[in-house]
């Protein structure tokens, strides 16, 4: 039984069940971090619209102003039409009911899924909203760039796909680098070789699914 106890295997075991969880200050920290780090808007909010917690997605969303902003601590439609929306949305979450509304100019809209959340405070239930913002941008840069590097792209191939990412033709790029549209049809074609794509639309759908990776220089330039 002793050489049992005294085993390095037991003395491992017996050390990991006795280490303390973080304290509840460092698990917040934490928990707010990876929020930060997820390239969707969450915005918190109780069923007033006040706002609890937001990530740096969507402090950048309320900052901006386009189609949310935040007044006195709450999370506001930048029109009353899109506020009518955003309380509808809220008065549902307060019937346990999820939505999915639409703010912004029909050419570039704002998407916003309302979750009804129970969170426990102390010994009360207090009932929150996760708001979910759309993504602005199809593609962030930083995955764009470990992507062509991961399928050993040039330069020039990689400033091609993340115009194309970006939506733009292959005339529209040509015109925003100055070079001519058979260059810019040579980049395409070298690129749909090297990542072994069909087409175009096929390989820019598949950056948009993948993980979205911010650059910590422009997560720290909006904290």
């Known amino acids: 039984m002793n050489a049992i106890a005294e085993s390095p295997i037991f003395q491992r075991e017996e050390v990991r069940n006795t280490v303390p ?47 949310l902003h935040r007044v006195d601590g709450l999370m506001e439609g930048a029109l009353p039409v899109w506020q009518a929306k955003i309380r509808q949305a809220l008065r549902d979450a307060e019937r346990d009911c999820r939505s999915i509304v639409e703010l912004g100019p029909a050419g570039e809209p704002l998407s916003l899924a309302f979750i009804p959340l129970a969170m426990l405070h102390g010994s009360e239930t207090v009932d929150t909203v996760l708001v979910m913002c759309s993504r602005r941008a199809s593609c962030e840069t930083l995955t764009v760039q470990m992507f062509a590097r991961s399928k050993r792209l040039t330069p020039a191939e990689q400033a091609v796909l993340t115009q194309l990412c970006a939506g733009h033709g292959a005339q529209e790029i040509a015109c925003l680098q100055g070079i001519r549209v058979s260059t810019v049809r040579t980049h395409i074609k070298n690129v749909r070789q090297k990542t072994g794509r069909g087409s175009v639309r096929e390989l820019v759908r598949e950056l948009s699914r993948m993980p979205q990776i911010v650059s910590a220089l422009r997560l720290a330039g909006h904290d």
């Open 21 to 67: 969880p973080p304290p509840d200050a460092l698990q917040a920290g934490l928990l707010a971090r990876v929020l930060d780090e997820i390239d969707h808007g969450l915005v918190l909010v109780d069923l007033t619209g006040r706002i609890l917690h937001a990530n740096r997605p969507a402090r950048r969303e309320l900052a901006a102003g386009r189609a």
